[in-house]
Every structure is written in C-alpha cells, then in structure tokens.
C-alpha cells in the first residue's frame, strides 16, 4: 500500500485492543443504521455490506458489485469501490466501541472490478494515539484469496456522539441508538 504519512501511525502509537463489551470473535457486526448507502438494510441500491469479525480485531464483509455501482460500462465506478473500503474500516466502530468518522482515505485501485463481481474485503487496524485511529483495508476479487484489486487506508477520528447530533439527524440517530445518549 502507498500510503502518506498521515495515515501512518506515528512512533509511539498503541495498538487496537479489545474493547469490554466488544464482539467476540466470529460475531456479526450490525448496520449501524438502517439507510446508510454502505451498510443500510433499507438502501434501495447502497453497498449492502454484512460483516463479521474473526478474531474481534478485524472485520471481513462482502459486496457484489450491482448494477447502480457502475462507472465505465459494466465496471466499478472508483468512487463506490471507495465507499466500500470507507464503510468496512468505518465497522471497526464496532471493535473500538466507539464513534468514529472518516478524516483522510487513501485508495489505490490494482485491477478494474467487473459488475457481478463479489469483493472480499477485510479491515484492520495499525495503530491508535489519542483521538486518532490508523487504519487499513483491502478488497480481493471472488474469494478470499484472491487478488487484491482495492487497497485502503486511512485516518479515522473520534467523535462523540453529539457531533451526529449537530450535525446530521439526532431523532434517526437516536433512534437506532438506544445504547447511547445522542444529545448530552
Ligand atoms: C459501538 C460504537 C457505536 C457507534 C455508533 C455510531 C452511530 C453513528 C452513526 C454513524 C457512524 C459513522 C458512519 C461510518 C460511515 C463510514 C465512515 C464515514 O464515512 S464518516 C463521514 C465522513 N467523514 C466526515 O464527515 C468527517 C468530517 N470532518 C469532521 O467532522 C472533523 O474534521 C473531524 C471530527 C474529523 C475532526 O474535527 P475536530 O474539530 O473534532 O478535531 P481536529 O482538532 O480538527 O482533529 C483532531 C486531530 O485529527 C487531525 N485530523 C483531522 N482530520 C485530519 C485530516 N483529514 N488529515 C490529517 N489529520 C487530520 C487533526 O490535525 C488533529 O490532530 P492533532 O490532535 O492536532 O494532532
């Protein structure tokens, strides 16, 4: 992965450790809500991820990429292959049990990525310092094992749950949340 210095952890930087309450390992990791075009249940042509954790420190999911993700005629469009790399590391949230957004992703695109073809993709995490979170993902093409054609990685920052609450829609956030208090 070429990747920038601010998606590197700085010397010094923790490592992701299992948080109390977080998945155990081989569980299922939930949509954290219901029309978010990455993950969402109810998106009418959203990515659709469903992911599981291993090991409660890395998260694999699937997506197919349809028919409403293309860019060139019958290929991924790169912006969607982003999303997707954008929401499996965003499911680490999960891990972290903790909110987190996106502050800086990286892409590379190894191979182009027919429609019909189901991304194997996988999130981990390199190193944590303060509110800063360095990530990496990759996504191999049928299986797996197979070729690696999208890499990732990126810097997530921790938020509170308010910043969901000033700026987007508290009540929707809320109520899916019930385990959080949105608006303290
Ligand atoms: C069990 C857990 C439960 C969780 C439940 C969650 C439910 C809620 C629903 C949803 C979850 C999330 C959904 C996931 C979906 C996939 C992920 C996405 O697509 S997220 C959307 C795209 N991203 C944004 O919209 C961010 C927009 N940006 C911001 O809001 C701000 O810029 C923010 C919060 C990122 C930082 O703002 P500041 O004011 O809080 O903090 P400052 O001081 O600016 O930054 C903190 C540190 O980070 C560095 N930093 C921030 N952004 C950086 C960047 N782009 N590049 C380099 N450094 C950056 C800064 O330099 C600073 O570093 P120094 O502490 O000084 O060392």
């Given at each position: 992965?070429?990747?920038?210095?601010?998606?590197?952890?700085?010397?010094?930087?923790?490592?992701?450790?299992?948080?109390?309450?977080?998945?155990?390992?081989?569980?299922?990791?939930?949509?954290?809500?219901?029309?978010?075009?990455?993950?969402?249940?109810?998106?009418?042509?959203?990515?659709?991820?469903?992911?599981?954790?291993?090991?409660?420190?890395?998260?694999?999911?699937?997506?197919?990429?349809?028919?409403a993700h293309q860019g060139a005629p019958?290929?991924?469009?790169?912006?969607?292959?982003?999303?997707?790399?954008?929401?499996?590391?965003?499911?680490?949230?999960?891990?972290?049990?903790?909110?987190?957004?996106?502050?800086?992703?990286?892409?590379d695109y190894l191979a182009p990525v027919?429609?019909?073809?189901?991304?194997?993709?996988?999130?981990?995490?390199?190193?944590?310092?303060?509110?800063?979170?360095?990530?990496?993902?990759?996504?191999?093409?049928?299986?797996?094992?197979?070729?690696?054609?999208?890499?990732?990685?990126?810097?997530?920052?921790?938020?509170?749950?308010?910043?969901?609450?000033?700026?987007?829609?508290?009540?929707?956030?809320?109520?899916?949340?019930?385990?959080?208090?949105?608006?303290?």
């Amino acid at each position: 992965m070429t990747r920038s210095s601010v998606t590197t952890p700085p010397p010094g930087a923790g490592r992701l450790q299992a948080a109390p309450g977080g998945p155990a390992p081989g569980s299922p990791l939930g949509s954290h809500y219901g029309d978010c075009f990455g993950c969402g249940e109810r998106h009418p042509t959203g990515l659709h991820l469903r992911a599981t954790t291993p090991d409660g420190l890395t998260v694999v999911a699937e997506f197919t990429v349809g028919e409403a993700h293309q860019g060139a005629p019958g290929l991924a469009h790169g912006g969607v292959l982003a999303a997707a790399m954008d929401e499996v590391i965003g499911m680490s949230v999960w891990l972290f049990q903790r909110p987190y957004v996106t502050g800086r992703l990286e892409t590379d695109y190894l191979a182009p990525v027919p429609v019909g073809t189901t991304l194997h993709l996988r999130a981990w995490c390199t190193g944590v310092s303060g509110r800063k979170a360095y990530l990496e993902a990759e996504g191999r093409a049928g299986s797996p094992d197979g070729p690696v054609a999208v890499r990732a990685a990126a810097l997530f920052i921790e938020v509170g749950m308010e910043h969901f609450a000033r700026h987007g829609d508290a009540k929707a956030i809320a109520d899916e949340h019930h385990e959080y208090e949105v608006n303290p």
